[in-house]
C-alpha cells in the first residue's frame, strides 16, 4: 500500500498513539486582545467593518508615523501573564520581525523577541476537569509576548483579484508558546479548551477560535526527529485531525526511512501539506524597534495584578461543585464559561433566603434554562431576572400559591413575552396562580370528584396498580393535572388516588 493511501486510512482510525512512536508537541497561540484602540494607533479595534474602515496611517505604514503603546494591550497582556504564574520582564522591549506579505505594510511585524513581556509559567490540566488521560498534567509556557496583527488577504477566486483589508492590521495579539510538553492529542485539546475558558473569564479576549480571535499552531515531532509547524488551525477538532494526521504521517515517513523535514505545513481538512522550509529566527533579521522605548515595570508589578484578578476558573469551578452550592460539574464549567450567568447564579443564591439551594438549582439548569432551549432562544437574564426566580421558588415552594406544573408553563409565557413581567403580574395574566376565593373544603371535594371520574374512566389501569404495578399511577395524576390545567398540585393528588384505590 502506498503511503498516502495507508495514511488516509490510518487517519479514519482515530486519534490514539501508536505503540514505538511517542508524540511531542508544543502549541503558539496567537489571541486578540479586546481593546478599544489598536496597539500602536489610535484607530478602534472594530470586526466586522466595511474593510479599510478602521485604519490609522501608521497601520497602514505610511512614512513619518510612528508606532505608540496602548497601555490597554499591555494591562490584559499582564493580567493573562499573572494568572499563568509567569514571570514578569521588568524591562521587556520591541523587535522588528522582517517578512514581505502585501497584508503587512510596514515589511516587518512589531513583536517581542529578545526580551518579551513574560517568561515562563504553566498552564494545570486535571483529569477530574479536563479529562485527560493521566490525573494530572502541567503545560510550561516558554513565553508570553505582545505583538501587532497582520491585514487580511482576500483571495478574490475567480476573477484573479487579491483584495486586502486592513482593519485587522496592527489589532494587539499576544503570542503564548508552550514548551512542547503534550504528549496525547487529547492534551492538546484540553489546553486549547481550558486556554479559552480563561482568556475569556479574564475579559482579555472573546474567545472564540471560529473568528480568529484564538488562532493555533501546532509543532509535532515522532521519537525525538525534526519538528514540523502546522499553521493557523480554526478549531480544536480542527487541531485534533491535523494533528493525528501529521503524526501518523511522521511515523509512515520513520517506517519508510524518508527524513522528516523542519518545515511549515499546512491543513485542508484532509491532509498537511507542505508550505515552506521552517525559517530560523535568523531569516527574520530581527532588530530592535527603534521608535519604542523599553517598557519598564515597577518591581511589585506582578502582586498589584493579582491582586486586580479574579478568583480564576479552577478555583471557581471547585467551589462551585463543593457545598453549599454542590451544582454538577458540567454546570459548573458552563458558568465559568458564561460569566453573565454565573454572576446572576450568586445573585440568586443570595435572593432565595429559606429555600433549598438543590431547589433553585435543579430550577435554574432544568426548568429555566429549558424553558429558553425549547423556544430556540438563548438564556436572556432580563426576561426573569435573579429575584424574579427566587420570588418564583417562593412561590411554589414556601407560599404554596402556585403548582410546579403551572410554574413551568409561566416560565415559558415569560421567556417568549416581548418584554419583562413581575411573576404576580404575568400568574393573573395567564390565570396560572391556585384559585382563589375557593375555600380549602371546596378544593378537598372538587379534588375527590375529579379522583373518582377518573377512576371510574380508567378500569384497566386500576388493575394494574392494583396487581403491583405502582408507578401507573402517575397516569392517573396526570390526567387530574389535565383537567385542573396545573392548578392543584400533583402530590394532593396522588395522596387522594392512594387513598380511594386503597394502595
Ligand atoms: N522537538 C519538538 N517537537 C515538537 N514541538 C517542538 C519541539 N521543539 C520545540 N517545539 C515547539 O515549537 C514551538 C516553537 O515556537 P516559537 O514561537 O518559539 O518558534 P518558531 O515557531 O520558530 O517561531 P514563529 O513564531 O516565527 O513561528 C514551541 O511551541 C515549542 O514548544
Ligand atoms: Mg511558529
Ligand atoms: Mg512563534
Redesign the pocket.
Known amino acids: 500500500m502506498n503511503i498516502v493511501r495507508r495514511l488516509h486510512r490510518s487517519a479514519r482510525l482515530g486519534s490514539d498513539l501508536v505503540s514505538g512512536f511517542k508524540l511531542?508537541?508544543?502549541?503558539?497561540l496567537h489571541t486578540q486582545l479586546k481593546t478599544d484602540f489598536k496597539l500602536f494607533s489610535l484607530s478602534k479595534t472594530s470586526f466586522n467593518e466595511p474593510p479599510n474602515s478602521s485604519i490609522s496611517y501608521f497601520d497602514v505604514g505610511l512614512p513619518g508615523t510612528m508606532p505608540k503603546l496602548n497601555p490597554e494591550a499591555l494591562r490584559l497582556a499582564l493580567r493573562l501573564a499573572v494568572s499563568l504564574d509567569s514571570d514578569i520582564n521588568l524591562n521587556s522591549s520591541f523587535d522588528r520581525?522582517h517578512y514581505f506579505y502585501p497584508d503587512q505594510p510596514l515589511g516587518y511585524q512589531i513583536t517581542q523577541h529578545y526580551s518579551p513581556i513574560a517568561t515562563g509559567g504553566f498552564l494545570k490540566l486535571d483529569s477530574r476537569y479536563d479529562g485527560i488521560e493521566s490525573t494530572k498534567k502541567d503545560i510550561r509556557i516558554?513565553?508570553i509576548q505582545l505583538e501587532q496583527d497582520t491585514g487580511k488577504t482576500n483571495y478574490v477566486k475567480f476573477d484573479g483579484e487579491v483584495r486586502i483589508d486592513y482593519n485587522r492590521a496592527n489589532i494587539p495579539l499576544i503570542?503564548l508558546?508552550?514548551?512542547?510538553?503534550f504528549e496525547t492529542i487529547g492534551e492538546v485539546v484540553a489546553f486549547i479548551k481550558k486556554y479559552q475558558t480563561l482568556v475569556k473569564y479574564l475579559d482579555v479576549c472573546t474567545g472564540d477560535l471560529e473568528t480568529g480571535a484564538i488562532r493555533v499552531?501546532v509543532?509535532?515531532?515522532v521519537n525525538?526527529?525534526?519538528?514540523v509547524?502546522i499553521k493557523n488551525l480554526g478549531s480544536t477538532s480542527e487541531v485534533a485531525e491535523a494533528l493525528g494526521y501529521e503524526y501518523r504521517r511522521q511515523i509512515e515517513c520513520l517506517k519508510e526511512n524518508v527524513s522528516i523535514l523542519q518545515e511549515?505545513r499546512s491543513w485542508d481538512g484532509k491532509s498537511t501539506t507542505a508550505l515552506r522550509s521552517?525559517?530560523?529566527?535568523l531569516d527574520?533579521r530581527y532588530v530592535p524597534d527603534s521608535e519604542l522605548p523599553v517598557i519598564r515595570l515597577h518591581s511589585d508589578i506582578k502582586k498589584q495584578v493579582q491582586e486586580s484578578l479574579p478568583q480564576l476558573p479552577d478555583a471557581v469551578v471547585e467551589k462551585l461543585i463543593a457545598s453549599p452550592f454542590n451544582i454538577e460539574l458540567k454546570h459548573a464549567q458552563f458558568l465559568v464559561n458564561n460569566k453573565h450567568v454565573l454572576s446572576y447564579y450568586y445573585n440568586l443564591i443570595e435572593s432565595i433566603k429559606d429555600i433549598d439551594v438543590k431547589r433553585a438549582n435543579n430550577w435554574l439548569f432544568h426548568e429555566v434554562f429549558g424553558a429558553f432551549s425549547k423556544n430556540n432562544l438563548a438564556f436572556d437574564p432580563d426576561k426573569i431576572s435573579p429575584s424574579s426566580l427566587a420570588r418564583l421558588l417562593h412561590l411554589i415552594f414556601i407560599e404554596k400559591s402556585i403548582t410546579s406544573a403551572s410554574a413551568k408553563i409561566l416560565l415559558g409565557h415569560l421567556v417568549t413575552a416581548p418584554n419583562s413581567m413581575e411573576i404576580e403580574q404575568a400568574m393573573e395574566q395567564y390565570d396560572l396562580g391556585k384559585p382563589t376565593g375557593v375555600s380549602e373544603s371546596d378544593i378537598d371535594e372538587i379534588v375527590d370528584e375529579i379522583c373518582t371520574e377518573i377512576i371510574a374512566a380508567n378500569p384497566d389501569v386500576i388493575k394494574r396498580i392494583k396487581d403491583g404495578k405502582h408507578k401507573s399511577i402517575n397516569y392517573l395524576i396526570g390526567q387530574a393535572m389535565k383537567e385542573t390545567e396545573g392548578k392543584v398540585s400533583s402530590d394532593i393528588f396522588a395522596a387522594r388516588f392512594k387513598a380511594l384505590i386503597g394502595t
Open positions: 511531542k508537541c508544543g502549541l503558539e520581525k516558554e513565553q503570542e508558546v508552550t514548551k512542547p510538553d499552531d509543532n509535532v515531532s525525538g526527529g525534526n519538528r509547524e511549515t521552517k525559517e530560523d529566527a527574520y
